[in-house]
């Protein structure tokens, strides 16, 4: 899953002399509003591989991000491609946890997520919000080559290489701003779900079924949230 911004973005940060002959891995690579693939394989990596957690265009094989390790083995790939996922992905700290492991000392992490202020949409699922400062904190025991903010859009772009002395550091209570929760949390629980239902509905119908309902509506919807 990628768009114009991502793909600008990664454009703009990489080189052939990273990618040729590499082995990549893309995380999350249903192609929806389309991808880096074609780029990335221009710069003649040894290997591309695009994984999600469904079939369809550009997907390889079938495997979520909770799994990579089991699956690939520990410093297997070279480069990992993570673009507009994290804040569909719960156990957030598990998934970078992985990212981290599963790159080789010396390879790179490109990864694109969204930022406070950017809509809510679940497709299914929509947890998190990170910033600038979130990803510095987060990536603090990688060299962190580029930090952008998105222009157009709330979201954040990041290009981050692993360290050949990596230790990887504890983001185990680190807090995050959950538009579940409309908080900064560590976890998500069931009771956020409970006490946000109401203003999370009222979320998902802004963004999945405004298309559909009348004026009228739509402008009680605005005048509720504000926006």
């Not at 992985?98 to 990864?111: A, D, E, F, V």
Request: net charge positive; aromatic share 12%; charged share 25%.
């Amino acid at each position: 899953m990628c768009n114009e911004a991502c793909l600008d973005f990664i454009r703009n940060v990489t080189n052939k002399e990273e990618l040729e002959g590499k082995q990549v891995l893309e995380i999350g690579s249903l192609d929806v509003n389309g991808s880096a693939r074609s780029f990335i394989e221009k710069m003649g990596p040894s290997k591309y591989l695009g994984i999600d957690i469904v079939n369809g265009n550009g997907v390889d094989e079938i495997c979520s991000i909770y799994d990579i390790l089991e699956k690939y083995g520990n410093e297997s790939f070279d480069v990992v491609v993570c673009t507009e996922v994290m804040e569909h992905v719960k156990d957030w700290k598990k998934a970078i946890s992985n990212m981290k492991k599963i790159i080789r000392r010396g390879g790179i992490i490109l990864l694109t997520t969204r930022s406070s202020g950017y809509k809510y949409h679940a497709w299914p699922y929509d947890f998190w919000r990170f910033e600038a400062d979130d990803m510095k904190n987060i990536f603090s025991d990688f060299s962190i080559l580029r930090i952008e903010k998105g222009l157009d859009s709330p979201g954040v772009f990041v290009k981050a290489k692993k360290p050949g002395n990596f230790v990887e550091n504890n983001i185990s209570h680190y807090k995050l701003y959950s538009i579940v929760a409309d908080k900064n949390v560590s976890t998500i629980s069931s009771v956020d779900y409970l006490i946000n239902f109401h203003r999370l509905f009222l979320l998902f119908a802004k963004d999945k079924l405004r298309p559909l309902l009348p004026q009228a509506f739509k402008n009680i919807v605005k005048k509720i949230l504000g926006k």
